[in-house]
């Protein structure tokens, strides 16, 4: 196993494209330590103002650390990101962009932004009396689809991407769908915390330093299947060593859920030998839906939890 790292001043990318010169190649089970920038590509900083808010330059957000070549990684595997680690700066910062977020334009009518000190521990304060968990994690990580030239960031899509899952803490792993040779891994957009949905539009944004280790499984099938032709999408998983998740991908919430279902039935199924039958009603009486990020149109996320408890032995 060998160990790399990407630095801050290593080219970065802002869009999802399989011509991407990889910054690194590694080989199934190294440890890559990736520095990143938070999704303003560093245009906020401790003196900036709401007035600030509306000003960034678009063309710098979502900066990315990547891509990261997976050697012998093939369409129809996927790529295990099992997240190590992750190491905070001593500050981040939440905001409120009007036109941004789930709430129609209107209701929030003027920006607003939020200083967080993140050398607390644990916790970091909000507002008198008020004190939120630290809970780091990259709000995005994917690989581009096959075909995928020059694609924006947002939304999230079948290889994962921008899918600010506020549960890809330490400890767990997301497996993402292999489209092209390599994989091409790329992760940014870090979060001190963050709440399921996003909704409005940020978590904690900050600069992060995440270490994870990169697998690949071969005849993982990350294809959820569905009660039409042909079968379903393609669905990151996440498997969180206390609780296992299937994950929806789509332009309408209602099918996300769908899709998120179905493809827990099939985990359960394959994997824990449960009928059909069982698996569904079992979705219903155990599993959790969590909308794990809503407001990057036109793709919706939606995860389906499925505690380990539930399993004797």
């Not at 990315?64 to 700066?89: C, H, N, R, S």
């Not at 409120?96 to 916790?123: M, R």
């Not at 669905?235 to 998120?260: C, H, I, K, N, Q």
């Amino acid at each position: 196993m060998a160990e790399h790292v990407i630095t801050r001043d290593a080219p970065t990318h802002r869009t999802w494209d399989v011509d991407i010169e990889p910054v690194v190649r590694i080989r199934p089970g190294d440890v890559v330590t990736a520095e990143t920038d938070d999704f303003a590509g560093g245009q906020i900083t401790r003196d900036s103002s709401a007035a600030d808010l509306p000003n960034l330059d678009f063309e710098l957000i979502y900066p990315l650390a990547g891509p990261i070549y997976i050697e012998g990684a093939e369409p129809g595997d996927a790529v295990a990101v099992e997240f190590l680690d992750f190491e905070l700066p001593e500050w981040g910062w939440a905001c409120i962009i009007p036109g941004f977020g789930l709430l129609p334009p209107g209701e929030f009518t003027e920006p607003y932004i939020k200083f967080f000190d993140l050398t607390g521990g644990d916790e970091m304060d909000f507002a008198p009396g008020v004190r939120i968990p630290i809970e780091p994690f990259c709000g995005t990580t994917g690989v581009p689809g096959a075909g995928m030239h020059d694609v924006r960031i947002p939304p999230p899509h079948a290889g994962g991407g921008n899918i600010d899952c506020r549960h890809l803490t330490r400890g767990t792993t997301l497996y993402l769908p292999v489209a092209v040779p390599g994989a091409l891994v790329s992760l940014g957009d870090a979060h001190a915390a963050q709440g399921d949905g996003e909704v409005a539009i940020s978590g904690v944004e900050c600069a992060m330093r995440t270490t994870m280790r990169l697998t690949v499984e071969r005849g993982m099938n990350l294809r959820a299947p569905a009660l039409r032709k042909p079968p379903g999408p393609l669905t990151p998983r996440v498997d969180g060593g206390g609780w296992f998740a299937t994950t929806g991908v789509e332009p309408d919430l209602m099918e996300a859920s769908r899709s998120a279902v179905r493809a827990m039935i099939d985990h359960l199924v394959s994997q824990r030998g449960l009928s059909r039958e069982d698996a569904y009603m079992l979705c219903s009486l155990a599993g959790d839906l969590k909308v794990t990020e809503v407001v990057d149109a036109p793709n919706w996320m939606v995860g389906c939890f499925m505690p380990d408890a539930v399993f004797a032995g």
